[in-house]
């Protein structure tokens, strides 16, 4: 198996330039599915703090760069959408965030921001009557005792250090949300209307931002609070 990229072939959300070369670095095992972007790229491509693989492997050794709360060595580590990226060293914190194109960006946040992270459930499994096992947006899972609490769609916000449920967002209409994919990906506004479709067509929403209404399919919705959107938890 190659160790190897083609950046053309990329997803549309690595923050790369596709014609700068033939190819960029990997994504490791991890969170985020075929998704995720190498740490490499955003602390050698983005930010610009490094300027080879080499000097990301030994700046990475320093212990000082830290994802969701747990320190990170491997400069292949996947990093994708609501990730919490700190720099200690720098007193730096970032959530990562699509932005108007659908690229993955980096949001400056507050130190005590960087604490707790925003998942989406993309699934659910009933493990027991009193426990049910829900499934993240970035691959990951999360047992909780409430079966009936939680539905696919909604957004949870879990402390980095515990793992525990901080606020439960559940998706419905009236709620703030962003778009995370396609034509409108970053745009945040209030969901108006869940339009559920037969068969296996994707079910529609509309969002109305401050200046328009819009229509986009659910899988793109993400919900929000106002402090979220302002750059806090």
Known sequence: MTRHQKRLSAPASWPIGRKASVYTVKAGAGPH????????????DVLQYVTS???????LRSRSVMINGRVVTDPKR????????AFLDRNEYYRVFPDSGGRLNLTPITPESATSKLSKISGKSQLSPKSMQLSLHNGTTLTVPNPTEYNVG????TDNETGNIITHFPYK???LVTV????H?????????INIRSGSSQNVVQIKTDTRTFDTVEKYVVVIDEKFAAGGN
């Open 185 to 193: 990906a970053g745009e945040i506004g209030i969901l108006e209307t």
């Open 180 to 183: 995370s994919g396609g034509s």
């Open 53 to 59: 693989a080499k000097e990301a492997s030994y700046a």
């Open 78 to 85: 996947p990093i994708g959408m609501f990730d919490i990226l």
């Open 154 to 157: 909604d957004s949870l916000i």
């Open 33 to 44: 599915g075929n998704s995720g972007v190498p740490l490499l790229i955003i602390i050698r």
């Open 173 to 175: 209409e009236g709620a």
